[in-house]
T-cell receptor, first 114, second 111 residues
């Protein structure tokens, strides 16, 4: 039973389109994240949601918007896709009151903008 | 700006050798330190974490933390070809629960 699941796994789309990536966690964690991993493998935080409240938003273009209907789901919506948005997007979750705040990642969504 | 630095590699070691992966961080307030492993085309997975100065062992893996020198390392004993992956160091500072990741070190274990 997958702990953090995200869909779709692969997405190829044209510039200018709008797309969404869905994420669900069944670990009962209170915090969810979206990370972007570029072609150089750098893993960068995009958003963090804690108890349905946006806690941090790094310098991400406002074309990206996280939506959390409940604490088990954190979806990522992207408007007006650009070539530079091509990357792997990882959803993740953690329980912040446990020691260390270990991050559990989903399998990733490979986005290619053409 | 909080930074976590790793040598991108690749680090190449023969099978059976000890692989040593290093990570330095800039924020002296950092409190929690993690090592993740990422196979090509897969997501990162936690290997181990460490909070206190010194060594922490888990099977073939040993994490070493030196807060005074602001570095954390991961030793892999008896390296196997299956250990070939990218190893990501992550650091939590005292002011944030969100870890900052390094760029990762690529490890290649050759038979």
């Amino acid at each position: 039973d997958t702990a953090v699941s995200q869909t779709p796994k692969y997405l190829v789309t044209q510039m200018g389109n709008d797309k969404s990536i869905k994420c669900e966690q069944n670990l009962g964690h209170d915090t969810m994240y979206w990370y972007k991993q570029d072609s150089k493998k750098f893993l960068k935080i995009m958003f963090s949601y804690n108890n349905k409240e946006l806690i941090i938003n790094e310098t991400v273009p406002n074309r990206f918007s996280p939506k959390s209907p409940d604490k088990a789901h954190l979806n990522l919506h992207i408007n007006s896709l650009e070539l530079g948005d091509s990357a792997v997007y990882f959803c993740a979750s953690s329980q912040t009151d446990t020691s260390g705040n270990t991050i559990y990642f989903g399998e990733g969504s490979w986005l290619t903008v053409v | 700006q909080k930074e976590v630095e790793q040598n991108s590699g690749p680090l190449s070691v023969p099978e059976g050798a000890i692989a040593s992966l290093n990570c330095t961080y800039s924020d002296r307030g950092s409190q929690s330190f993690f090592w993740y492993r990422q196979y090509s085309g897969k997501s990162p997975e936690l290997i181990m974490f460490i909070y206190s100065n010194g060594d922490k062992e888990d099977g073939r893996f040993t994490a070493q933390l030196n807060k005074a020198s602001q570095y954390v390392s991961l030793l892999i004993r008896d390296s196997q070809p299956s250990d070939s992956a990218t190893y990501l160091c992550a650091v939590n500072t005292g002011g944030s629960y969100i870890p900052t990741f390094g760029r990762g070190t690529s490890l290649i274990v050759h038979p």
